[in-house]
Nanobody, 122 residues
């Protein structure tokens, strides 16, 4: 069974940092691009970032560029999202998703994790 599991969410302070992890089970992440998306209450799911299978290509939404960094450790079957300079508007449920090639469109992804809550508040 193909499964993605997100972890690392929680309460972060404005200006602080959190690191999310996306770990795969039942398949090898090496052959997949991984996207991070988020959904705030009452809002549509929006793209955050994507990393190619090799890690050579990364994409970011304008809202997180220069604050968030996506990376991957294929030997650990894990992709990370380092979130710095957190803002209250980063509060959302964060999801990771897998597909062969990078995309910032959620409809392009078929395999999703269950999400992890990130709350940014003082």
């Amino acid at each position: 069974q193909l499964q993605l599991v997100e972890s690392g969410g929680g309460l972060g302070q404005p200006g602080g940092s959190l690191r999310l992890s996306c770990t795969a089970s039942g398949f090898t992440l090496y052959y997949h691009a991984i996207g991070w998306f988020r959904q705030a209450p009452g809002k549509e799911r929006e793209e955050v970032s994507c990393i190619s299978s090799s890690g050579a290509i990364t994409n970011y939404a304008d809202s997180v560029k220069d604050r968030f960094t996506i990376s991957r450790h294929n030997a650990k079957n894990t992709v990370y999202l380092q979130m710095n300079s957190l803002k209250p508007e980063d509060t959302a449920v964060y999801y990771c998703a897998a597909r062969p090639f990078c995309s910032l469109k959620s409809r392009d992804f078929a395999t999703w994790g269950q999400g992890t809550q990130v709350t940014v508040s003082s």
